[in-house]
């Protein structure tokens, strides 16, 4: 069974994308990667009519099985903040009209995913997905790679985690919730030191979800 997998870095400036094949032993095969700019001087509207449509094509030409989203999280530059939701909502709505699930991950997750750091620079993501994906080079800008890393992450999360809220996230047509499943038998000699670290994470969030939930 093969997860295809369209990760979404959102941006009005650059939005990259990155589709990702994963197979049932983890490994990832890149589909196809790049980034949809657009000018700061174009009006809002123009710009989220450009990202729609280019991501429309995307999921016309490769019908993924699920969208992996970055999530927004609070910085100081707002309008920053700003210009990355209102691509986010672009996107998720189109995957919304075709029914593909769309799962959101923060770049600490990420980070700890695919390097087995949360802390790690985008220079280390980019190797690392380099590594995982056996390419020559890594994707430019870095939006690209981040695109990946984000498929990257949530195929191995979907695959790896034996939670339930791992299937909520991806209930694709694909059967991702079936892999979690399965996921628990796999003995942990079979991970990388990375995904290890990733279902260790897991379970530390699982356990103190669990634990506010009975106080």
Not at 79 to 87: F, K, P
Not at 158 to 177: D, E, K, V, Y
Not at 189 to 208: D, F
């Amino acid at each position: 069974m093969t997860l295809r997998v369209l990760g979404v870095d959102p941006g009005l400036t650059r939005c990259g994308l990155g589709v990702v094949d994963v197979a049932a032993n983890r490994r990832a095969t890149l589909v196809e990667v790049g980034v949809v700019g657009t000018a700061a001087s174009e009006s809002l509207d123009a710009r989220l009519l450009a990202i729609d449509a280019a991501v429309e094509q995307w999921l016309d030409r490769h019908q993924p099985d699920v969208l992996a989203v970055e999530r927004v999280f609070s910085q100081l530059n707002v309008s920053t903040v700003m210009g990355t939701a209102q691509a986010s909502g672009v996107v998720i709505a189109a995957a919304a009209r075709r029914g593909i699930a769309v799962a959101l991950h923060t770049p600490t997750e990420v980070k700890a995913a695919v390097t087995g750091n949360g802390q790690a620079d985008k220079g280390s993501v980019a190797r690392m997905v380099v590594r995982i994906l056996r390419l020559s080079e890594a994707p430019t800008p870095a939006d690209a790679a981040d695109a990946l890393a984000l498929a990257i992450t949530h195929a191995w999360r979907s695959g790896l985690s034996a939670a339930a809220a791992s299937a909520a996230a991806s209930p694709s047509r694909s059967g991702a919730a079936a892999a979690a499943r399965s996921s628990q038998r796999v003995p942990s000699g079979a991970l990388t030191a990375a995904q290890l670290l990733w279902v260790q994470a897991e379970a530390s969030a699982r356990q103190a979800g669990h634990g506010r939930r009975h106080r």
